[in-house]
C-alpha cells in the first residue's frame, strides 16, 4: 500500500499521501508512514541516524533564523514608521543575537 505514495522518481506522491491520510482511516495512515520511514532508513545505524538528526536540526534551525530575521524586519519597518525607539532597539538586538 505505502508504494503507491512514492512516485516515479522515489519521492512522495503528495497527493496519493493525502488520500490515505482522511481521518476515517488514520491507522492505515500511521502504518503507511512507518512503513515509509523503515524502507528509507533501514540501513541506518546509530551513528548514521545520530549524524541524520543533527544535520535536520540544523536545517530546520536555519530555515527558522531566516524566517525570523524575514519576521523581525517586518516588525522594524513598522517600528521606524511609528518611531517607537525602544521597540526598534529590542528589534535590532534580537536581530543581532540570532
Known sequence: MAEKQYNT????????????SQPDNPEVFVDTLLFMAER?????????????VKMILAEIQKEWIKK???????ELRRAQAEKDTMHEDEILNEIMHL
Open 68 to 74: 525570523r530575521k524575514e519576521f523581525l524586519a517586518g
Open 40 to 52: 528509507d532508513f533501514s540501513e541506518f545505524n546509530e551513528s548514521t541516524a545520530d549524524q541524520e
Open 9 to 20: 522518481h522515489q519521492q512522495l506522491d503528495i497527493s496519493a499521501l493525502r488520500e490515505i
